[in-house]
Antibody, heavy 117, light 116 residues
Framework: QVQLVESGGGLVKPGGSLRLSCAAS????????MSWIRQAPGKGLEWVSY????????YYADSVKGRFTISRDNAKNSLYLQLSSLRAEDTAVYYC??????????WGQGTLVTVSS | QPVLTQPPSASASLGASVTLTCTLS???????VDWYQQRPGKGPRFVVR????????SKGDDISDRFSVLGSGLNRSLTIKNIQEEDESDYYC?????????????FGTGTKVTVL
């Protein structure tokens, strides 16, 4: 069965950096586009970033453009999100999600990133 | 890009029906909308996609037949019939606004469904 497991979250100071990972299993990872989506505490969902199946196409929400970098390693069935210049408003649970026909058909359980001094 | 409007809350008695609405902003009446369910403390899961002609494709894994959709004009609705305690969740609608040179996916603010 499809499984997506995020890791790498934690407490980081404003201006700091963090790298999130998403381990995929149960499907041919290299065939699928992937995205990161976040949810601030008590708030709704916000799409963050997208990467094409081969990794050449990447897109970002305006709120994170220039600070976050999405990447993938198809040999390791893994998706990554490098978070830099972090702000308090980046505090959220970050989910990785598989894309299927322009919607997200499978999601992970999320990893919490807290930005605080 | 489109704005998706959802009421903040809805409720229904056990065994009754409830309809959740997602309204697209003006000019986006040909857009498909996706529905996601998020149970407390869990990651979201895909429920169904809806266009102006109704359901598009298949529902998500293990989504009950009690869930149905309708699409008309700017509205994309999700109806839960014979509502059960397990349906108590937050429900989000979303839509892809990508083009050949850009990608954006927008979510509504979500509706919290309470089973009375």
């Amino acid at each position: 069965q499809v499984q997506l497991v995020e890791s790498g979250g934690g407490l980081v100071k404003p201006g700091g950096s963090l790298r999130l990972s998403c381990a995929a299993s149960g499907f041919t990872f290299s065939d699928y586009y992937m995205s990161w989506i976040r949810q601030a505490p008590g708030k709704g969902l916000e799409w963050v970033s997208y990467i094409s199946s081969g990794g050449s196409g990447v897109y970002y929400a305006d709120s994170v453009k220039g600070r976050f970098t999405i990447s993938r390693d198809n040999a390791k069935n893994s998706l990554y999100l490098q978070l830099s210049s972090l702000r308090a408003e980046d505090t959220a649970v970050y989910y990785c999600a598989r894309e299927f026909g322009d919607f997200f058909d499978y999601w992970g359980q999320g990893t919490l990133v807290t930005v605080s001094s | 890009q489109p704005v998706l409007t959802q009421p903040p809350s809805a409720s229904a008695s056990l065994g009754a029906s409830v309809t959740l609405t997602c309204t697209l902003s003006s000019g986006y009446n040909n857009y498909k909308v996706d529905w996601y369910q998020q149970r407390p403390g869990k990651g979201p899961r895909f429920v169904v996609r809806v266009g102006t002609g109704g359901i598009m494709g298949s529902k998500g894994d293990d989504i009950s037949d009690r869930f149905s959709v309708l699409g008309s004009g700017l509205n994309r609705s999700l109806t839960i019939k014979n509502i059960q305690e397990e349906d108590e969740s937050d429900y989000y609608c979303g839509a892809d606004h990508g083009s050949g040179t850009n990608y954006v996916y927008v979510f509504g603010t979500g509706t919290k469904v309470t089973v009375l």
